[in-house]
């Protein structure tokens, strides 16, 4: 059972910063890779959508929404992904899912997951 576990998600005042990273783990062994992986919102009401991604070979794309204030980053030894949220305005509300394609063992073929979501509020 191969799953995507984030954590990091809570309540924060406008201004402030939260850190999300999402895990990716096996419930026998570790994962051999992520590959590319991202983050995503949905709000209530609203679509799901693509807030920052970033390739295996480390090329990082953002949403016009949050650039200059959230950063995507990679740690391939723990198999963890990240993302730093600062200057965080009401309208970051949501609920934030991790995906990424991983690779079960070195001869597995990529297999896409989403995490579980962890909801992020903005409100003073």
């Known amino acids: 059972q191969v799953q995507l576990v984030e954590s990091g998600g809570g309540l924060v005042q406008p201004g402030g910063s939260l850190r999300l990273s999402c895990a990716a783990s096996?419930?026998?062994?570790?994962?051999?890779?992520?590959?590319?992986a991202g983050w995503y919102r949905q709000a209530q009401g609203k679509q799901r959508e693509l807030v920052a991604s970033?390739?295996?070979?480390?090329?990082?794309n953002y949403a016009d929404s949050v650039k200059g204030r959230f950063t995507i980053s990679r740690e391939n030894a723990k198999n963890t992904v990240y993302l730093q949220m600062n200057s965080l305005k009401p309208e970051d509300t949501a609920v934030y899912y991790c995906?990424?394609?991983?690779?079960?063992?070195?001869?597995?073929?990529?297999?896409?997951?989403w995490g579980q979501g962890t909801q992020v509020t903005v409100s003073s």
């Open positions: 970033i390739t295996s070979a480390g090329s990082i």
């Open positions: 995906n990424a394609d991983l690779q079960r063992y070195s001869w597995s073929a990529l297999l896409n997951y």
């Open positions: 096996a419930a026998s062994g570790s994962i051999f890779a992520i590959n590319a």
